[in-house]
C-alpha cells in the first residue's frame, strides 16, 4: 500500500504516458493465484479512468512475471470491471466501447474546433469530425486520399491545443486515416495518432483507450467487427479489434518486458 500522493510522485518521475499501479483487493489476495485485482492509472500530471496500454502492461507482469495461474484476470478500476485474458502470443483486454457523434457538443465553439484542428492537421483536408462524450476524445478523420506516410510524417504541436481547448470537454485528438488497399501496409484497416497534453502526454505511442474509441467509428464506416489498426507513432504498435455482441470491445497487442527493478522509499 502507498501514500496517496506517492501514485503521484512515482508516475511524474517515471515520466511515462502512464503509470500503473496494481493492489490487493484483500490481504489474503495472492498476485500468484488470486484473478481480481485493483488497478489505477497515473500520468505525469493527473490520474485518469481508464488506459488500456497500462492495463496491457499490468496483466503481462502478473502473467509472465508473476506466472498468476488463473487464465482471466479481472481488474477493478475507475471504469468499472476490465478483463485481460492471453490469446496464444497475445493479451485481449475487454474494454468499453465508446460510441461517437457527427455533430459535436454545443459547448463547443466552432472557433475553439478551428484552431484545435488547424494546430493538428495544418491545411490538410479532412474528412470527418467525431467526438465522443463517455471517452472526451475528439477523432479528426484526414482524407482517404492520403497515405500511411503523411500520417505518419504529419509534425504536430500538441502543447497548442490547451490554449485552443479549455473547456474540460475534450482529453484527447485523435488523428485518423483509413488503411490503404494495395503496398505493405494493405492489411490495416486504419491507422492513428494520439495527443493527450490536457493530461501531460503530448503524443501517445500506442493508446487502448483511444481505440476504443475508433473501434465504435471503424467498425461503422467499414462494415466490420474485426479489425487490424496500427497506431503511426514514432515507436509504432499493431492492435486487434474485435466488437463484441454486449456493446464492448476485445483489444489485442502484443507485449515485451524491457525492465525489472525495485523502487525504495
Not at 467526438?131 to 503523411?150: C, F, M, N
Not at 496500427?230 to 504498435?237: D, I, K, P
Not at 486487434?240 to 525492465?259: E, H, P, Q, T, Y
Request: contains cysteine; aromatic residues 8%; glycine residues 8%.
Amino acid at each position: 500500500d502507498l501514500n496517496e500522493d506517492l501514485h503521484q510522485k512515482i508516475a511524474t518521475e517515471m515520466n511515462l504516458s502512464e503509470t500503473a499501479f496494481v493492489r490487493k483487493l484483500h490481504s489474503m489476495d495472492d498476485f500468484t493465484k488470486s484473478s481480481c485485482f485493483g488497478l489505477r492509472w497515473f500520468t505525469p500530471t493527473n490520474e485518469v479512468s481508464l488506459c488500456g496500454h497500462a492495463t496491457l502492461a499490468a496483466a503481462a507482469v502478473l502473467f509472465h512475471m508473476q506466472k498468476n495461474t488463473n487464465s482471466v484476470l479481472t481488474f477493478v478500476t475507475l471504469s468499472g470491471e476490465l478483463k485481460a485474458r492471453q490469446a496464444e502470443d497475445h493479451i485481449v483486454l475487454d474494454l468499453p466501447l465508446y460510441i461517437t457523434y457527427p455533430q459535436v457538443s454545443e459547448n463547443f465553439t466552432h472557433i475553439r474546433l478551428s484552431r484545435k484542428i488547424c494546430a493538428a492537421v495544418g491545411d490538410m483536408v479532412v474528412q470527418d469530425l467525431r467526438y465522443s462524450p463517455d471517452a472526451k476524445k475528439l477523432i479528426v478523420r484526414l482524407s482517404d486520399a492520403y497515405e500511411r506516410s503523411v500520417l505518419e510524417k504529419l509534425q504536430v504541436r500538441a502543447q497548442d491545443f490547451l490554449s485552443a481547448e479549455k473547456t474540460g470537454k475534450v482529453e484527447g485528438l485523435i488523428l485518423t486515416l483509413k488503411g490503404g488497399s494495395s503496398g505493405k501496409h494493405e492489411g490495416y484497416d486504419f491507422y492513428s495518432r494520439y495527443f493527450g497534453p490536457w493530461d501531460g502526454i503530448l503524443e501517445d505511442p500506442v493508446t487502448g483507450s483511444a481505440h476504443a474509441v475508433l473501434g465504435s467509428y471503424w467498425s461503422e464506416q467499414l462494415g466490420k467487427k474485426e479489425m487490424l489498426a496500427f497506431q503511426c507513432s514514432r515507436r509504432g504498435g499493431e492492435l486487434k479489434i474485435s466488437l463484441r455482441n454486449d456493446g464492448r470491445v476485445d483489444i489485442a497487442g502484443k507485449i515485451a518486458i524491457v525492465l525489472k527493478g525495485n523502487l525504495t522509499f
